[in-house]
């Protein structure tokens, strides 16, 4: 899922459509499904040109991620990456069991180590 950088404004910036990005997460994706597809023919979908997706939440979901291509919405991908500069974050099972979490604690004053984790 990577952000098409030749969409841009006429001001040469990425163009995010209307400004409002939600986060789509374990939360709230029932709402963002039931947007995307009227209820009746005569209901209009959701406009939602990037919506930030939490990353272990889009690794459990891929059919609503494929939905949200289907409707022309980019995604922005929240990996969380930040969290795991610290050894507790792989407590944490969402995060700990995700396929992108290194396997110790990130020093961010390494830029071999930085440079791993967002490859």
């Known amino acids: 899922m990577a952000l098409d950088v030749k969409e841009k404004s006429a001001t040469g910036e990425l163009a995010f459509g209307h400004g409002f990005m939600p986060r789509i997460g374990d939360g709230n994706y029932k709402a963002v499904d039931r947007c995307l597809g009227p209820a009746n023919l005569f209901a209009e979908t959701l406009v939602l040109p990037w919506p930030i997706v939490a990353g272990p939440w889009a690794t459990r979901k891929p059919e609503l991620v494929s939905t949200m ?26 995060l700990g069991s995700t396929s992108w979490a290194p396997t110790a604690a990130v020093s961010i004053g390494s830029r071999d180590e930085v440079g791993r984790l967002v490859e």
């Open 69 to 94: 291509r289907e409707h022309g919405t980019r995604t922005s991908v929240d990996t969380m990456s930040w969290r795991f500069r610290y050894e507790a974050a792989f407590g944490v099972a969402k």
